[in-house]
């Protein structure tokens, strides 16, 4: 049976990429995003590959008014239907700082956007009894860091969703993976100094399709990342105040 | 972040550049770019020496605009972003049924880099060049983007096409693919014995693809012996091709010394059995042999390499047999060395091609072969041939502009696309081809 992916903010770097692989095995994509101009050409791109549908929808994660069409849409889609969750946004730490009003913004485009449209088309995943849920988190939300703590936060907390969302969706069929990529080369990481294990889009993405075949729970990409912060959650706090990573 | 300060070379190792880089990945970044900083655009820079470099001036990377932007299955018409490359297009389409109709020897250049070189391919002498089947490029220009056809801008599509960047960068293109049998090559190997039958089998040949591997350290009576590869697309089913190696560090100098290089192509000439033989290739063994080895050019060591590729008349062709007597002699030569008979097939002002024999060379970065190359640019010019601005890292000015009878067109065309001098690239600023 077809396989759709509705992909949500298919603008990102990662979620191209993603795109194209689910092309290329033969699913479909719809993609949701703002740059629609930008969309087509990733749709036409993935047309070209094999994807037996490619269109583009307009989301915006802080406009929870467009979901609605989205849903539509998707439910005259037949086959099964996954959706793939790339929204987000980063201001530095400095920014929000300077002006606290950036982190509303913040928390919709990488927490609470993203939980109010998968909360509602939850029912028709589960109506369905197939599919997968794949949320993009960050090694950023596995702890607070000086650096990085508001988007931090907010990941931390989509990622408490996703474990509660797996926990319901599960017993009806549907799997949830969450995905913790570490820092990957992207368009909002391009000129930043200093990034540890750098992983292209290109592994992200074939990481997470592989993770979404095998049902995995909790993906961290590249996999270095998983023993990285298991220690990093294992510091004490009396410790972790102290340090600077 | 747009601009990324970082360090960059061409693919021979030899120059290197330092300066900020974008790389965007939406048109609507480009233009902005384009708008705000104008600058030169690059590819994956497989180009050997400067051509690729800006050296304390900005560049702007092209390689994450690879999308198609449609395709047409019933024609072959193709639209795609520059950055694509022609590897990928080739593993898109090639199940499909349609090739890039030019593919040069690495999968990994652009189609971007494709049209600023007007690069060819294995099968010149029918095909032509890249930019003979491009019919439509978009420039994206301070103004925004702009759409130049061979009809309806002839000028500017002849200064674009093997124009070195230097209309401003190109954004994407239309290209018509070409209709293949399948996506396997059925080859013909040929064991050649000597230089005037090398030249003579080249001559015949009447494949759709055909290329030598000549041996550049075998001289006396087995001077220009080699393997004559002759090739078709066809339809079957092989194993999928395996995955790269990567070379992980610079090689030590010795990996490439004479003795190593003579009883390496030794060996490889006598790998083709006395009789020849037919063989069934994946097409991107074939066309992209080198591609399987990723970073190859570290084989060559910290200090890089060079390769010479010129292309003289047909008439010229003893001027040639001279210059790979010089080759073989100096015992400077890698395994590396191509010889292939060319059409007179050329898109634009300043493409290489002409209808001839080209050969191509690589040597290590070392002051002899350096000199060597000067001598080689010499006997170049006076066999009325020219040199590939793709591979070259050592001309002078003076050599160059009396190789590309065109010149004088491409410069002010480009002068009125490009009056500020806004995507001048170290290979201009070397050869002094933005000067007067």
């Known amino acids: 049976m077809s396989q759709t992916w509705i992909i949500l903010g298919a603008t990102s770097t990662i979620a191209r990429s993603f795109a194209r692989l689910a092309s290329d095995s033969g699913d479909g994509v719809l993609l949701a995003g703002r740059d629609i101009a930008d969309m087509q050409a990733t749709a036409s791109d993935c047309a070209a590959r094999g994807a037996p549908l490619a269109e583009v929808i307009a989301f915006d994660a802080r406009d929870a008014a467009s979901f609605s069409a989205i849903l539509k849409r998707a439910s005259d889609i037949d086959g099964t239907l996954s959706v793939a969750v790339f929204v987000g946004s980063m201001p530095t730490q400095d920014a929000m700082d300077a002006d606290p009003s950036l982190i509303a913004g913040t928390v919709t485009d990488n927490f609470t956007g993203p939980a109010i449209f998968l909360t509602m088309i939850a029912p028709i995943l589960e109506a369905r009894g197939n599919g997968t849920v794949v949320g993009v988190g960050s090694v950023a939300g596995d702890r607070g860091r000086i650096g990085n703590y508001i988007y931090g936060a907010a990941k931390a907390g989509f990622h408490t969703y996703l474990s509660g969302l797996r926990n319901r969706m599960g017993r009806k069929g549907v799997h949830v993976m969450t995905v913790k990529p570490g820092t990957v080369d992207t368009a909002m990481t391009w000129g930043m100094e200093k990034l540890p294990f750098l992983a292209q889009p290109e592994k992200i993405a074939a990481d997470i399709l592989r993770g979404a075949n095998g049902q995995k729970n909790i993906l961290y990409t590249p996999l270095i990342w998983w023993p990285v912060m298991t220690v990093i959650r294992l510091i004490p706090e009396r410790i972790f105040k102290k340090l600077q990573v | ?436």
């Open chain 2, 1 to 436: 972040m747009t601009w990324k300060t970082t360090d960059y070379c061409g693919w021979g190792r030899v120059h290197s550049a330092h300066g900020p880089l974008a790389r965007p990945e939406r048109a609507s970044a480009l233009a902005t770019i384009a708008e705000k900083t104008p600058a030169p655009a690059v590819g994956m820079r497989r180009s050997y020496g400067d051509a690729c470099l800006n050296d304390a001036g900005r560049m702007i990377d092209m390689t994450r605009m690879d999308r198609v932007l449609e395709f047409d299955p019933a024609t072959g018409a193709l639209h795609i972003e520059a950055g694509a490359q022609i590897g990928q297009i080739l593993k898109i389409f090639a199940p499909k049924g349609w090739l890039p109709p030019v593919m040069p020897g690495t999968g990994f250049a652009t189609v971007g880099g494709a049209i600023a070189m007007d690069v060819h391919g294995k099968n010149h002498h029918g095909a032509g060049s890249f930019g003979m089947h491009v019919t439509e490029i978009t420039l994206m220009m301070p103004k925004g983007p702009k759409v130049v056809t061979p009809a309806k801008n002839s000028a500017l599509f002849k200064a674009t096409v093997g124009g070195l960047g230097q209309t401003g960068p190109i954004m994407s293109a239309r290209l018509q693919m070409l209709r293949a049998k399948g996506d396997v090559m059925i080859v013909t190997e040929r064991r050649v014995e000597a230089w005037n039958e090398f030249l003579a089998l080249l001559d015949a040949s009447e494949a759709t693809y055909t290329v030598g591997w000549i041996d550049a350290t075998a001289r006396g009576d087995q001077l220009g012996r080699g393997i004559l590869e002759e090739a078709e697309t066809g339809a079957g089913l092989i194993p999928p091709a395996k995955r790269g190696k990567r070379i992980p560090f610079d090689a030590p100098d010795m990996a490439l010394s004479p003795t190593v290089v003579r009883t390496f192509n030794a060996a490889y000439w006598r790998r083709v059995p006395d009789k020849g033989r037919t063989v069934v290739k994946h097409i991107d063994n074939f066309f992209f042999p080198l591609d399987k080895i990723h970073d190859w050019n570290r084989l060559y060591g910290k200090s890089g390499f060079h390769q010479f590729q010129c292309v003289v008349p047909i008439e010229a062709a003893d001027d040639l047999r001279a210059m790979l007597e010089r080759i073989a002699g100096s015992g400077l030569a890698s395994p590396l060395a191509v010889l292939k008979r060319m059409g007179p097939g050329r898109a634009g002002y300043m493409s290489f091609p002409m209808e001839g024999y080209t050969l191509a060379v690589d040597f290590p970065n070392r002051a002899a072969a350096r000199r060597l190359i000067g001598e080689l640019e010499a006997a170049t010019v006076v066999a009325g041939g020219r040199i590939y601005l793709a591979k070259d890292a050592l001309a002078g000015p003076d050599t160059v502009r009396g190789m590309y009878p065109e010149f004088a067109a491409w410069s002010k065309t480009v002068q009125k696309a490009d009056p500020d001098g806004h995507y001048m690239t170290d290979l201009v600023r070397r050869l002094k081809l933005r000067t007067a």
